[in-house]
């Protein structure tokens, strides 16, 4: 992702994005716009990058998986 500081519709290495609605508790919204403002970016950026990282982690995660077969 590219961190600009602006509020820039384009992600890096994405020329098919997909938009998608979430809501969030008052707390959790308010750290995200702590978060965001501490970066100097949007609350979706840090969002996107939270996503990515999490998601990245799933597949590192399914990747050492124990073999079950042999149970």
């Given at each position: 992702?590219?961190?600009?500081?602006?509020?820039?519709?384009?992600?890096?290495?994405?020329?098919?994005?997909?938009?998608?609605?979430?809501?969030?508790?008052?707390?959790?919204y308010d750290s995200l716009e702590e978060i965001a403002a501490?970066?100097?970016?949007?609350?979706?950026?840090?969002?996107?990058?939270?996503?990515?990282?999490?998601?990245?982690?799933?597949?590192?995660?399914?990747?050492?998986?124990?073999?079950?077969?042999?149970?």
């Open positions: 992702m590219v961190q600009d500081g602006g509020m820039s519709n384009k992600i890096e290495g994405c020329e098919d994005i997909r938009r998608l609605s979430v809501s969030f508790s008052h707390k959790t501490s970066k100097k970016v949007s609350i979706a950026w840090v969002v996107r990058d939270a996503v990515e990282i999490y998601t990245k982690g799933q597949k590192d995660d399914a990747n050492i998986m124990p073999d079950t077969q042999d149970v």
